[in-house]
């Protein structure tokens, strides 16, 4: 919906429909916490089970040592992309359409971080010896290992989660400041606590602008050196499919594919819940539906690229693991490839599957299940078809795994809905301050819209 519809909308209206989930909670949100809150406590009934029996309980076994726990760990990692990397770019690029998303997509980023990064723990084996992800200092030369990939993700995690909370929270600060000026009791204590003084006067307001820039320009290179570190992680193995030169611009791409993805299925849910058809237009729905297109292209040039290469080298021991694709592997293969690009780029190139948020959802789920099914071919066939014959193995998880899988699943579900029911869900004073600043002009038979812009920010210095 345009800018000049909704500038006609009473503030105070706006305000009450854009903090509608932060409304006291109701039995349908009590029921929907605690079916969640059940499925973490049964997968971490069974971690706790995994961790005292053994790692037998799973599916892994020789050569297949890494199975859908690291699989997921990069699935995980790769949706945490959603959030940040792209609020940072829309924030940087001063995208117009930008405001009602921000929020949401910064709170993906930050939960999918947290469930994310558990995996390597729980992979561990002897998850008591957690310390040996951490990097401090010690005399005894043997652990942490430097040259290992654990440690380089428990380090690229950490500061990752560290920048995306503070990038999180920072732009929270003028949301939280509304917020303890229209609430009372426990909320405005709570709410003043986190507002920190914000006030909204002329210097705060500057300041806030631009400390959020350098956040934005910091935490791009953060976020891209997090999903190369995680390639890395496989490309430093001299494993069969594994060894290749463009595995960390390779997983960034796929890591921004799925997060847009995860973007669209976020928002549409949050649309839906919360009744916010009037901010999060099919404006937003159609620039996400843009950038998954122009994604899915990339993706596909990156899978093909991979694939050339393999196939012009002819290495026997590479070979036989792109060839497990035909075989044991095929229906991995074919969601894979369908998922990803057969079906979701030419239903994008059309622009009523854009603008219709159902279809774009469907894409999106569609794509979700893509890259999942590619991290997991990643990960397996290329141990499963190491180097020797007489060592080929076929892998598939336990119970014990699935369980734990679904509860990360609802762990993340679970602190979504926290967080919503807490915090506002859409970035108010953006929304506001874009509402301020837009308005709609008609140009020959169309109507554009176009933006006010400060003073000094024109032609010549001049507004």
């Given amino acids: 919906m345009s800018g000049d519809h909704l500038s006609r909308v009473d503030p105070e209206e706006l305000y009450r429909d854009l903090s509608r989930s932060n409304l006291p909670p109701t039995k349908r949100w009590y029921l929907v916490a605690g079916l969640l809150l059940l499925v973490v406590l049964w997968g971490t009934g069974c971690f706790v089970y995994m961790m005292k029996t053994g790692m037998w309980v799973t599916g892994l076994n020789r050569p297949v040592m890494w199975g859908v726990f690291i699989a997921t760990f990069v699935f995980w990692i790769g949706l945490s992309h959603s959030g940040t990397l792209i609020s940072a770019i829309l924030r940087l690029t001063n995208a117009t359409w930008r405001a009602p998303i921000l929020r949401g997509a910064e ?201 050339l290469t393999v196939w012009y080298n002819r290495n026997p021991e590479e070979w036989e693991v792109f060839r497990s694709y035909g075989g044991h592997y095929l229906p991995l293969w074919l969601s894979m490839v369908v998922c990803n690009f057969v079906i979701p780029f030419p239903m994008l190139c059309m622009r009523r599957v854009r603008r219709s948020v159902p279809a774009l959802c469907f894409v999106s789920f569609l794509v979700v299940i893509g890259m999942y099914a590619e991290r997991i071919l990643i990960v397996v066939p290329s141990l499963a078809r190491r180097n020797d014959p007489f060592i080929w193995n076929n892998y598939f998880p336990s119970w014990v795994e699935l369980s734990i899988l679904a509860a990360a699943l609802a762990m993340f579900l679970l602190l979504y809905i926290v967080f919503a029911k807490l915090f506002p869900i859409v970035a108010v004073s953006d929304v506001q301050e874009r509402l301020f600043q837009a308005t709609d002009r008609a140009v020959g038979r169309t109507t554009v819209e176009t933006i006010a812009r400060p003073e000094g920010h024109g032609e010549g210095g001049h507004g």
Wanted: overall charge positive; proline content about 4%; glycine content about 8%.
């Fill in 107 to 307: 709170a993906m980023t930050a939960f999918t971080l947290m469930v994310g990064g558990l995996f390597p723990l729980i992979h561990i084996g002897r998850n008591w010896r957690f310390y040996y992800m951490i990097p401090y200092p010690n005399s005894r030369e043997l652990w942490p290992n430097l040259r290992s990939p654990l440690m380089w993700d428990a380090v690229a995690i950490n500061t990752y989660l560290l920048g995306s909370l503070t990038f999180l929270y920072f732009g929270m600060i003028p949301d939280l400041a509304i917020a303890r000026d229209r609430s009372t009791g426990w909320r405005k204590r709570f709410y003043s606590a986190l507002a920190l003084g914000f006030r909204g006067s002329h210097s705060e307001w500057r300041r806030y602008h631009i400390a959020s820039t350098l956040f934005a320009i910091l935490i791009i290179p953060v976020a891209v050196s997090v999903h190369s570190i995680v390639g890395w992680d496989f490309a430093m193995a001299k494993v069969p499919g594994w060894h290749s030169t463009i595995f960390a611009p390779y997983f960034v791409t796929g890591a921004i594919f799925s997060g847009i993805a995860g973007v669209v299925l976020v928002m549409a849910a949050l649309r839906k819940a919360y009744r916010l058809e009037r901010v999060l237009t099919t404006v937003q729905f159609e620039n996400l539906g843009k950038l998954l297109c122009v994604m899915s292209l990339l993706w596909g040039y990156f899978y093909f690229a991979e694939f």
